[in-house]
């Protein structure tokens, strides 16, 4: 089993920028696809971006892909999603998440291991 906790999220003005960080811990970290997902009251969760074991291929959802940057360091256990040109609509809880697989999983219902989120507010 995979523990994950997340970090970076915040109130930001429309048109800056966050990172978030998502730590793991419990297993070999490079055995997992991860992703990143985020909820908002009333609406389905959704993905935002995914990457696989070892970095090399990434997903992006059309409404971030440009803006968004998803990236891992399995020497730190860490996956990130540097997120820049915010709008107000990409303000939600964001989660990581994780499944061990060497493949890029883009499927949320194929994630076993979920973190508790993180708010990421954005102001116009």
């Known amino acids: 089993q995979v523990q994950l906790v997340e970090s970076g999220g915040g109130l930001v003005q429309a048109g800056g920028s966050l990172r978030l960080s998502c730590a793991a811990s419990?297993?070999?970290?490079?055995?997992?696809?991860m992703g990143w997902f985020r909820q908002t009251p009333g609406k389905e969760r959704e993905i935002v971006a995914a990457?696989?074991?070892?970095?090399?291929?990434?997903y992006y959802a059309d409404s971030v892909r440009g803006r968004f940057t998803i990236s891992r360091d399995n020497a730190r256990n860490t996956m990130y999603l540097q997120m820049n040109s915010l709008k107000p609509e990409d303000t939600a809880v964001y989660c990581c998440?994780?499944?061990?697989?060497?493949?890029?999983?883009?499927?949320?219902?194929?994630?076993?291991?979920w973190g508790q989120g993180t708010q990421v507010t954005v102001s116009s």
């Open positions: 990457i696989n074991w070892s970095g090399s291929r990434t």
């Open positions: 998440a994780a499944v061990p697989s060497i493949a890029l999983i883009t499927q949320l219902t194929a994630y076993e291991y």
């Open positions: 419990g297993r070999t970290f490079s055995n997992y696809a």
